[in-house]
């Protein structure tokens, strides 16, 4: 049984920093794929960063290049989003997901992955 567990969301100013954190467990052999996504009030769900779990090769949505870096500790199974420069469009609950079975698209398409967490909220003012 996978399970991933976000945390590090909260209320941050305009210009501010957020680092949130997705602990793994209930598998052995990592994933493909693992990323963030996101989803505001009344808006379909987006890919915000994927990362290969066994090469490193990161992908990002154009809106948060530049400002997001997503990253991995394989000894910790932990994934992690540093959030700097947010802003109010950034305010949303972020989700981690893996997927087993597919390899990371630049396209972030929830529809690749498999397993989800429930979520913590981000709330840029």
């Known amino acids: 049984h996978v399970q991933l567990v976000e945390s590090g969301g909260g209320q941050v100013e305009a210009g501010g920093s957020l680092k949130l954190s997705c602990a793994a467990s209930?598998?052995?052999?990592?994933?493909?794929?693992i990323g963030w996504f996101r989803q505001a009030p009344g808006k379909e769900r987006e890919g915000v960063a994927a990362i290969n779990a066994s090469g490193g090769r990161t992908y990002y949505r154009n809106s948060v290049k530049g400002r997001f870096t997503i990253s991995q500790d394989n000894a910790k199974n932990t994934l992690y989003l540093q959030m700097n420069s947010l802003n109010t469009e950034d305010t949303a609950m972020y989700y981690c997901?893996?997927?087993?079975?597919?390899?990371?698209?630049?396209?972030?398409?929830?529809?690749?992955?498999?397993?989800w967490g429930q979520g913590t909220q981000v709330t840029v003012s």
């Open positions: 997901a893996a997927s087993f079975y597919r390899a990371c698209h630049s396209d972030l398409a929830p529809w690749r992955f498999d397993y």
């Open positions: 209930g598998y052995v052999d990592k994933g493909f794929c």
